[in-house]
């Protein structure tokens, strides 16, 4: 018989590759989705006759202990969050509640009505903040720089926690920056990627940036999530940093993003310090040994390649909808 799958944040980025990935692995998939005056489901707008969309929501205890009774998963993956770290300055009380208390009612439901059931949870780099060893892995002491990072802290804790408490087999994904054409707009990857096809096609003049310097580790999310669906899968539950293990400056993303297209990204690229934060995360770097030798993990795609597809994603997008290149040129591969 078939396994199933529960999954939280199905509508954003991750879920949508996670959901991808489970079903061709046979899965049957449950998707959490909250309720929105207007819907969410871009993302997985191709899945949707194959996934059964269930409306609950993290903030909810009750609409998670009644939908893992309903559906009787055996893996539940913890993805929801307020997820945007700029934002959790702004609204650090809602962070905590969605993006920390969140993880503990949900494993609280499970430890009520699924407690054989496997559980991951979507820890995150943003943990190692001011970083006191790099490269960072699962033995780097936190220190949390936002008040999205402390939130995770809080979530990552609550994860080893039930584990150690209750034998729940559960695990904490310790993933560093993801991204992918489906990123949402807001992150510096995907802003950068959709900034430079709109300049190609005349709709913007300038690409206006926080801090050019911050270094990320930035892999591509098709690839994150073979980790989460494989540490549900190893002997034993544990913890893993997912990361590519190579660090990259934001200038070096926008460099790369521009000459992809022909153009100078300097003649295009500003700063702009709206768009620092009030304590930045100077440099991530993830050594992913752990998941690669028990999980036989690795990332297959390069961070030219992670550049290149996120460009031509968002060119082809603008080119298909009627807009016409006005400068730079059109990388091969690129329809519209
Ligand atoms: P994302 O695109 O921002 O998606 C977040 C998801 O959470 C969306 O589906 C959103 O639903 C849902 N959500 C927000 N509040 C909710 C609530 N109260 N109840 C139920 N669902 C709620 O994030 P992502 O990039 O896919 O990341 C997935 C997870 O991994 C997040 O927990 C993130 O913090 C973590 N993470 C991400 C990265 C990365 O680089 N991407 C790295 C490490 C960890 P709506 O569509 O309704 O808003
Ligand atoms: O910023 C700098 C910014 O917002 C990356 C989330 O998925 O990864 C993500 O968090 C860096 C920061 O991602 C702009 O200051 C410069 O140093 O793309 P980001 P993030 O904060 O690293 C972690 C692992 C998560 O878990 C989070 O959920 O880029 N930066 N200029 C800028 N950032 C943004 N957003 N916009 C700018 O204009």
């Known amino acids: ?91 650090p009380l809602n962070t905590g509640q969605v993006t ?39 033995t780097t002491p936190f220190h949390p720089r936002s008040p999205y990072g402390v939130a995770k802290v809080y979530a990552h804790w609550m994860t080893v926690n039930y584990r150690e408490a209750y ?17 949402g707009l807001e992150f510096v990857t995907r802003k950068i990627s959709n900034t430079v096809a709109r300049i190609v096609c005349g709709l913007e003049d300038r690409l206006l940036l926080g801090n050019l310097e911050a270094r990320r580790d930035w892999g591509f999310a098709g690839d994150y999530v073979r980790a989460m669906h494989a540490m549900l899968q190893a002997e034993e539950p544990d913890d893993y940093v997912v990361a590519t293990g190579e660090t990259h400056a934001v200038r070096e993303f926008c460099e790369l993003a521009f000459d992809r297209v022909g153009l100078d990204w300097q003649e295009f690229t500003g700063v702009d310090e709206r768009y620092y934060r009030p304590a930045e995360v100077d440099l991530l770097l993830g050594d992913p040994t752990r998941a690669r030798e028990r999980l036989g993990w690795k990332p297959r795609l390069s961070f030219p390649e992670l550049v290149g597809m996120m460009v031509d994603a968002d060119l082809d997008a603008l080119l298909r909808a009627g807009h016409h290149a006005v400068r730079g040129r059109i990388p091969a591969g690129v329809q519209g």
């Open 100 to 138: 920390g208390l969140g993880a503990a009612r949900l494993l609280e439901a499970l430890r009520l009505v699924r407690p054989g059931a496997r559980f991951y949870q979507a820890s995150s780099s943003e943990m190692f903040g001011k970083v006191r060893e790099t490269p960072q892995r699962e």
């Open 167 to 183: 034998g729940i087999f559960a695990c904490s994904g310790i993933l560093f920056n993801h991204e992918s054409p489906r990123r």
């Open 1 to 91: 018989m078939s396994k199933t799958a529960f999954i939280t944040g199905i509508t954003g980025q991750d879920g949508s590759y996670l959901a991808e990935h489970l079903l061709e692995q046979g899965y049957r998939v449950v998707g959490m989705v909250r309720r929105a005056s207007t819907p969410s489901l871009e993302r997985i707008e191709h899945l949707r006759d194959r996934l059964d969309l269930v409306e609950g929501d993290l903030l909810d205890t009750s609409s998670l202990v009644r939908l893992l009774g309903e559906h009787e998963p055996d893996e539940v993956y913890n993805l929801a969050a307020q997820s945007f770290v700029k934002t959790s300055f702004h609204e």
